[in-house]
Structure formats: C-alpha cells, structure tokens
C-alpha cells in the first residue's frame, strides 16, 4: 500500500466517521482540533485504524501525534512493519 493510498483511505473514513469536510484535512493541521475529537472519539479512532489497516494500536503512540501528516506517517510506519514482518 503507497503512502497516497493510506492518506486516501484515513481522508475517507475520517470525514465519513467524523463528519468533517475534507477541505479542512490538510497535513499541517491539527489533529485533534481540526476533527473536535475528545476522549471516546479517540477510542472511535484507534478501532477505526485497528479495523482499516489491521495493527494494533498503542495509546502511546499517540502521544507524539498532533498533525494530520504525523498521524500519516504514524501509519504509514506500522503498515509498513506489518507488510515486512
């Protein structure tokens, strides 16, 4: 899976899941803002990855995640790991 097919598929379901209009999901923008995401749409989120992509997630890894572009590479990473294990 290219990185343009994962940013694709995580632009898909967040404005289906989070009713957010695409033209705000821009890389430098933040996360968390941008969707209006609290605690539970945080859950919401990790299955939603968990159910797309087939990794788990770690709450942790989502300390360091503030931008549309570091949740793009965050999993675009752990596609990546999963495909070479």
Same mark, same amino acid.
């Given at each position: 899976?290219?990185? #343009? $097919?994962?940013? !694709? *598929?995580?632009?898909?379901? @967040? ?13 430098? $923008?933040? =996360? *968390?803002?941008? @969707?209006? =995401?609290?605690?539970?749409? %945080?859950?919401? =989120?990790?299955?939603?990855? !968990? ?8 709450? !942790? ?10 949740? %793009?590479? %965050?999993? $675009? *990473?752990?596609?990546? $790991?999963? #495909?070479?294990?």
């Amino acid at each position: 899976m290219t990185k #343009a $097919e994962i940013i !694709e *598929r995580i632009n898909g379901f @967040l404005v289906d899941e989070f009713e957010v209009d695409a033209d705000k999901i821009n890389p430098d $923008e933040n =996360l *968390r803002d941008t @969707l209006g =995401l609290d605690s539970l749409d %945080y859950v919401d =989120l990790v299955v939603i990855i !968990e159910s797309n992509f087939g990794f788990k997630v770690v709450a !942790e890894d989502f300390i360091n995640i503030s931008t549309f572009q570091n949740f %793009y590479d %965050y999993v $675009e *990473r752990k596609v990546t $790991e999963k #495909a070479s294990a």
